[in-house]
């Protein structure tokens, strides 16, 4: 068994088993900090980047990754004793692996362990991109309005602090005193990523720094423009507050700070203990946190880079003029038909999507009823793409059994997921006076789902931001069968529109009366 490390390397490469990188890690330097480092940047931004490297070019682009969030912790012992290289695994639907160790990954800082060092390397001229993947609720808006919200608990806190060393010290706000136990709450120091978005550019600005772009690659869409909405909306409060002194920053980020959109696509499920084995008894590889994914993988990207970029083109990515088509298609199709398939399947006793895209009914839901008739009439026309066919692919890469992508995981965050993906769907066919009775299922298997126990009495656990609230709303069923779609944040106004709550109703007294087998199969066969 060999421990993946830089110096092992050598005898990886020997063994036959595995891609290692055969350029040296020591050529590599920073020039993208990235925040959210999970499975699916590992699987994607990074592994394009290795790409290029292992190509001979663009070593100057090595990623910094960052973490804010206590459970980053985990990652970032895992990459810090691995020096930064992991192991990805892409399978394939006739069962078929590649295995290759992933270097474009030079370094990797835990925020809370020392904020000066994360602000350091992003004020670094050779930094010129900031990247994110930092999940649809990472942007801080609330989806109903567009507005960013001020109030959350961290945010609020940025705030309310100042966070040049000098100034923390001057107004008596010197870090914590209890041993580095509270360090995440350190004073005179960010705790989000706007806070240290903002306070870099404003560092690099009063150094005469060309500012970074910043490169969102989360599932929102117009990430781009929606990053640059928020860290705005941000900027100009601590601007409004007198946070920044004399030296405003907002109206120097709008005029010249580049935020591309982007389109991304891969299906990463949760790394499990099983493909931690697996790495180990197939690749001889000792991995603390390898990666699995899908074969299929796609990336289109906005090319809008005053500060230069890696030639990701020549390592496949779809560098456009315009990203939105290419987005609507993913954001409408595939993620929304995630969600068709995570709550009816857990429903149904289900555990993972390649059984859920299979199902007598579930799948014919999802693929015609879902897909053909709610989901691509709000797409436009995409260049270069079959939209038939492209919908037959996901349905194909969702069966896909050998990737084992977990219904809980599609599950988990709706309150993040369905307001930014589904919801826009009904409203856009709802004006246009079409059929929302799929999607209106779909809400009703989510508030089903969140009520927290199964048609077989078995409970689930219901990961969300907003767990307690979207759990109390479910229990208010039997009072209020409207009491889930009155959470406006979530829905806006659906809950008075009788031709959405109609269906809405029927399907959630379906669902709780004879249960979710009997309600896809009276919609198949009605259709």
């Known amino acids: 068994m060999t421990a993946l490390t830089a110096s092992s390397l050598p005898d990886l490469a020997v063994s036959g088993r595995v891609a290692v990188p055969e350029y040296p890690l020591d050529e590599r330097t920073v020039g993208i900090v990235h925040f959210g480092v999970g499975g699916f940047h590992r699987a994607h ?7 290029l490297m292992a190509a001979g070019r663009d070593r100057d682009w090595a990623i910094c990754g960052v973490g804010l969030l206590p459970g980053d912790v985990r990652m970032r012992d895992a990459l810090d004793g691995q020096d930064g290289l992991y192991t990805l695994v892409t ?35 050779a930094v010129r991109i900031v990247s994110l993947t930092v999940t649809e609720g990472g942007y801080n808006y609330n989806p109903s309005t567009g507005e960013f919200q001020y109030g959350t608990e961290d945010v609020a806190a940025d705030l ?103 389109m991304v696509d891969r299906i990463t499920p949760v790394t499990a203990p099983e493909d931690v084995a ?54 409408r199709l595939l993620n929304c038909s995630h969600q068709a398939i995570a709550y009816f399947g857990l429903l149904l006793g289900l555990t993972y999507a390649d059984e859920a895209a299979v199902d007598e009914h579930l799948a ?39 990737v084992k992508d977990t219904l809980a995981r599609l599950a988990a965050e709706s309150s993040d997921r369905i307001p930014t993906w589904l919801v826009p769907v009904i409203r856009e066919n709802l004006a246009a006076g079409r059929d929302v009775t799929a999607s209106a299922a779909i809400v009703a298997s989510w508030a089903r789902y969140a009520e927290g126990i199964g048609e ?48 809405y109703l029927h399907a959630l007294t379906v669902l709780r009366t004879d249960g979710a087998r009997a309600l896809l199969a009276e919609l198949v066969a009605e259709a």
């Open 45 to 51: 931004q990074a592994m394009y980047l290795d790409r």
């Open 91 to 125: 399978k394939a639907p006739d069962g078929s692996r590649e295995a290759r160790v992933i270097g474009s990954l030079a370094s990797y800082l835990f925020a809370p362990d020392d904020p000066e060092a994360v602000l350091a390397q992003m004020s670094d001229p």
């Open 160 to 262: 309310a602090t100042r966070f040049d060393p000098e100034g923390a010290q001057a107004a008596g706000l010197a870090g914590s005193d209890d041993g580095g136990a509270n360090t995440s709450r350190r004073a005179g120091h960010p705790r989000t990523m706007f806070g240290y978005v903002v306070e870099a550019l404003r560092r690099r600005r009063a150094a005469g720094i060309a500012p970074f772009t910043v490169m969102s690659c989360d599932n929102v869409r117009g990430n781009g423009d929606l990053a640059r909405r928020m860290i705005l909306a941000y900027a100009r409060r601590r601007d409004e507050d007198g946070l920044h002194g004399e030296d405003p920053i907002a109206d120097w980020i709008a005029a010249e700070v580049a935020f591309p959109n982007s």
């Open 278 to 331: 697996m790495v180990r008894e197939e690749y001889g590889i000792e991995d603390a946190w390898p990666v699995v994914s899908e074969d299929f993988v796609q990336w289109v990207l906005e090319d809008r880079f005053p500060a230069g970029r890696p030639a990701y083109e020549q390592a496949g990515v779809q560098v456009v003029e315009d990203v939105e088509p290419y987005e609507l298609m993913k954001l």
């Open 364 to 402: 014919p839901f999802t693929r015609v009823l879902y897909m053909e008739r709610e989901g691509a009439p709000t797409v436009p026309a995409v260049p270069g793409m079959d939209l038939e066919a492209y919908q037959d692919e996901l349905m194909a890469r969702f069966a896909n059994t050998s």
């Open 456 to 503: 077989r009495g078995e409970e689930w656990p219901v990961v969300d931001r907003l767990r307690d609230r979207v759990m109390a709303a479910a229990a208010r069923h039997d009072e209020n069968p409207l009491a889930f779609l009155r959470d406006e944040e979530l829905f806006g106004d659906l809950a008075a529109v009788e031709a959405f709550t109609a269906p």
